[in-house]
């Protein structure tokens, strides 16, 4: 009797070893699910795009204000406004040696 079970199941699995699969119904419709998929993910990250490039002129202003007020607020920095580009620690020095600092 067991031996008449292992050939039934034996003979289930290769007849379900031989069967095609039907994917019908996972195909249906995929590229409306992927795409409402794609479509929803994007409008989040639009979300923060849209904020960020909002932001741009804000944080760009508060840059300007914060580097004119360390230039200006400072007396004992050089009164040129481009000396931290062209190296202004000499003319710093200078003033320093001749005030006797």
Do not use: C
């Not at 067991?2 to 050939?7: I, L, T, V, Y």
């Not at 990250?45 to 760009?60: D, I, K, N």
């Amino acid at each position: 009797m067991k031996d008449e079970r292992d050939e039934l199941l034996d003979g289930l699995f290769v007849a379900a070893r031989t069967m095609r699969r039907d994917t019908a119904v996972v195909e249906e419709r995929f590229e409306t699910r992927l795409l409402a998929r794609i479509a929803e993910r994007r409008s989040s990250w639009l979300l923060w795009s849209v904020w960020s490039w909002r932001l741009v002129p804000v944080f760009a202003a508060v840059a300007v204000v914060v580097g004119l007020g360390s230039v200006f607020s400072d007396p004992a920095r050089s009164t040129d406004i481009f000396a931290a580009f062209t190296n202004g620690y000499e003319e710093f020095q200078a003033a320093s040696l001749l005030a006797g600092g």
